[in-house]
C-alpha cells in the first residue's frame, strides 16, 4: 500500500527556514519522482520542486528562486525539502507526491500536478512578517 507522510511543517517568522520531509513507502522509491506541491485557499496547487532518485534530476518551481533545496535519501526512502529565506506568499499547506511522467523527458512534467498518482495529506506552513 502507497503511503506518502509529509512532516516538518510549521510556523516561521519571514527570513526563517525550515525543514519539510516526505517519507515513501510501498513502492520502489527509485522508480518514480517524489515532488513537493504548495496550495493555498483559491489558487491551485503548484510544484514546488521534483527529485528523481534514479537519476538525481531535480526541479524547482520559478518562484522558489534559489532559496529551496531539495534533496533524496534513497536508503530511507525520504526526500527533504530545505526552505530557507522564507517569506509570507510561501504560506500554504505543502503535499508531497509520487510523480511518474513516464518516457518524457525530464523537467517541468516531472513536477507536475498531472503526473501525481499519490498524495500525503499534506503539512501547514505559514511564514508571519
Known amino acids: 500500500e502507497v503511503q506518502l507522510v509529509e512532516s516538518g511543517g510549521g510556523l516561521v517568522q519571514a527570513g526563517g527556514s525550515l525543514r519539510l520531509s516526505c517519507a515513501a513507502s510501498?513502492?520502489?522509491?527509485?522508480?518514480?519522482?517524489i515532488g513537493w506541491f504548495r496550495q493555498v485557499p483559491g489558487k491551485e496547487r503548484e510544484g514546488v520542486s521534483c527529485?528523481?532518485?534514479?537519476?538525481?534530476?531535480?526541479y524547482y518551481g520559478d518562484f522558489v528562486k534559489g532559496r529551496f533545496t531539495i534533496s533524496s535519501d534513497t536508503a530511507k526512502n525520504t526526500v527533504h525539502l530545505q526552505m530557507n529565506s522564507l517569506k509570507p506568499e510561501d504560506t500554504a499547506v505543502y503535499y508531497c507526491?509520487?510523480?511518474?511522467?513516464?518516457?518524457?523527458?525530464?523537467?517541468?512534467?516531472?513536477?507536475?500536478?498531472?503526473?501525481?498518482?499519490?498524495w500525503g495529506k499534506g503539512t501547514l506552513v505559514t511564514v508571519s512578517t
Open positions: 507526491a509520487a510523480v511518474d511522467a513516464g518516457p518524457v523527458e525530464f523537467g517541468a512534467a516531472w513536477c507536475a500536478d498531472y503526473y501525481a498518482m499519490d
Open positions: 527529485i528523481r532518485s534514479s537519476d538525481g534530476n531535480t
Open positions: 510501498g513502492f520502489s522509491f527509485g522508480d518514480y519522482a
